[in-house]
């Protein structure tokens, strides 16, 4: 499926390039030469991403970012600002309230287009880890870092979580014990965090009782959630 971008352009030939070259790069396009037309047609759709230019003959820009930002509904969706201006105010203006990149005309499409694609890997990136996860009667929520059992709310500390969570995101395959204290600690010193790694999973097989068998030692080498 290709993804869908909203151009909100009111200069007609920029418009129709963008039309054209993004196009051709194997996206979808939808276009509109003012923001009113373009917030519309949000009610009945979601883009993947919105280029943004400044400069709008209704309401600018910058209002339109921020309105997007303060919408639950629309908070996500990542925004590329255009603009011919190219002073540093206007650009602090549109990162600070929520603008994900910032590019000034006259620019290069290769750029934008990698500037694009860049984007939206780290949004899908980003929904993707924080997407919530099942395994059978266990809820991992990774945005809100929590964890239900069967309904039931287990409290778990922030390391415990993100013990648990790497463990299931390679089910039966071992994490070393280097790969978690990296992951997990930040930290590459073997020997300082040893006998750290195997306190956290201690307590993290008791608090999930049924569910810690699935956390296998595998000695000498590291740990892994076996199905």
């Known amino acids: 499926m290709k993804p869908k971008i909203y151009v909100i ?34 009610k009945h759709e979601k883009p993947d991403l919105i280029l943004l230019d400044i400069m709008l003959p209704d309401i600018d820009g910058i209002e339109v970012c921020k309105r997007l930002r303060a919408s639950e509904e629309f908070k996500d969706i990542p925004i590329i600002m255009l603009t011919a201006k190219s002073t540093e105010i206007d650009k602090v203006v549109g990162l600070e309230l929520g603008a994900d990149d910032y590019i000034t005309k006259p620019f290069s499409f290769k750029e934008l287009v990698a500037r694009i694609r860049a984007i939206l890997r780290r949004y899908q990136k980003h929904q993707t880890s924080t997407a919530i996860k099942k395994y059978k009667d ?17 409290p778990l500390t922030v390391k415990e979580f993100k013990l648990l969570n790497y463990l ?13 204290l990296e992951k997990i600690w930040n930290e590459k010193q073997y020997d300082v965090y040893d006998r750290t790694i195997d306190v956290h999973i201690t307590k993290l097989r008791n608090k999930l009782g049924e569910y810690g068998k699935h956390i296998k030692t595998v000695h000498g080498v590291g740990y892994k959630w076996v199905d």
């Open 9 to 42: 352009e009111d200069d007609e030939d920029i418009n129709e390039l963008l039309i054209y070259n993004l196009s051709k790069e194997n996206f979808e396009v939808k276009s509109f030469l003012n923001s009113l037309d373009a917030l519309e047609s949000l």
């Open 138 to 154: 266990m809820e991992i929520d990774p945005e809100n870092f929590s964890v239900n059992i069967k309904g039931k709310n287990i």
């Open 168 to 180: 299931l995101s390679s089910p039966n395959k071992v994490k070393t014990r280097e790969q978690i």
